[in-house]
DNA sequence: CACTAAAGTTAGTGGCGACTAAACTTTGAT
DNA sequence: ATCAAAGTTTAGTCGCCACTAACTTTAGTG
């Protein structure tokens, strides 16, 4: 089939592999284990199609998978899902600080690029934005050895009211939420105190710097916070501003 | 991947097929015609390969084949062939310029971008780089409107002794010439002057700067000048520089 | 505890884009 | 003018990665 494959090493992996591991890699960060109907979602291609990726996926040793039961990484799974992932959120920095793409714009560029870029490019890239943590929507860049810092966050839906908090990430995949929080100017590092809320699932009031805006549930529970000591504050500007801010 | 093609408007043209384009465009400016075995040679296929995609092409519009005759692009085919060709200069310009590449490995990598690259990002990188005409090599890069300055050169090869140049373009696919090149300081906007020459296909002797480097025939053939008005020139510097200086 | 809905898998198919082998031009040299 | 070599095309196959349809397993409910 293929002329140059008489005594490849190491058959590199194809773009629907990286981001069927990808997927699977999310997917099990946040549930524990894949189901295939989520990954079926996840890429936007029939439960089957994951079924027949999966058996080749597990059998070149990427993943366990247990029939009914739902798929599982591999250290060598992870550590490709993990490259694909830097790949994707240093890109998304660059494209973000250096480019002026606007944060809701990066995601569908950076998917495609993140599998046509080389190791020395991401390198580059990296070393030109002073190898950042965080990409700009505050998601963790794992390093090139595969080390990710996926601290477990509250949404901002669980946070009662009085409670103050740092925004630290938000999905990267939902380009009219991301411009909404741009306009109420929610951005990771931004300080948030829950105003009011209403019950049964209503919309939360917020203090962001001077304004109150309201937000739905359904945006509150996309946006990860960080609590913060309720320190005393005197009215008016919040002067004690946090360095850690990673956007651009 | 069948399940979104119910009512796609324009099928949007898959890496290989960009490949082919391009290779048939670059065939055809060189030789008018692009025969089968020449692209086989250029895309690293077999030659029964290029017969079938050929066929595929030309049902779709992209080029004109006599069978045994070689191939032609039509209007379509060149517009995409030029858009893969502008993608590609202008991300070798950007790696070179920006992202401190050597000339000579930005080629693959720009190879394997010009594939993923959104035109919004191919147009903020030229507009980073204040619209250049010509890539790292001298190659002219073709208009979003897919018009070309391909003015045709002559080899430093059929220069006479004596006679002076400036170097204009170099192909941007063999990195060891690449690296030769940069060594003797010979880069498009430089001058350069035909000391000497063996006879029947033996070495050139130039003189770059100071420097009288010897290079091969072989070389000197694939390098693309522009001959000079011999100016009257005193022993010494050559001080009546050229501003047309389009290298970094 | 049986039954059914939801989730997952198997079976069979199709397009793309590559391959080899073999047949068929076209060309160029005797 | 013939014929061999070079170039090109046809025929048949294969792997990847989708799909649909039909079947199996699991889990939840009355």
Do not use: C
């Amino acid at each position: 089939m293929m002329s140059p494959d008489h005594a490849v090493p190491r058959p590199l992996l194809t773009e629907p592999v990286e981001d069927y591991l990808k997927a699977i890699y999310e997917l099990e960060t946040r549930h524990g284990v894949a189901a295939t109907t989520d990954v079926a979602i996840a890429l936007a291609v029939a439960p089957a199609s994951v079924t027949g990726m999966v058996r080749r996926l597990a059998q070149q040793g990427y993943l366990d998978h247990v029939p009914y039961r739902g798929v599982q990484l591999t250290d060598a799974g992870r550590r490709a899902a993990l490259r694909t992932i830097r790949r994707h959120r240093i890109l998304e920095s660059y494209l973000t600080s250096v480019l002026g793409y606007a944060w809701d714009r990066v995601h569908d560029e950076a998917e495609r690029l993140e599998h046509a870029a080389s190791d020395e490019l991401i390198e580059r890239m990296a070393t030109a934005l002073g190898h950042p943590s965080q990409d700009p929507h505050g998601a963790p860049i794992p390093t090139v050895d595969g080390t990710v810092d996926e601290r477990p966050h509250r949404s901002l839906a669980e946070l009662a009211v009085g409670e103050r908090a740092r925004m630290v990430q938000v999905s990267d995949k939902n380009p009219q939420l991301l411009r909404y929080l741009a306009e109420i100017a929610l951005q990771p590092g931004t300080e948030v105190m829950i105003v009011a809320k209403a019950p049964f699932g209503g919309p939360l009031t917020l203090r962001i710097g001077a304004n109150e805006p309201m937000v739905g549930p359904h945006l509150a529970e996309q946006v990860r916070v960080e609590p913060m000591p309720s320190a005393p504050r005197s009215l008016g500007h919040p002067i004690t501003r946090s360095r850690k801010s990673s956007s651009r």
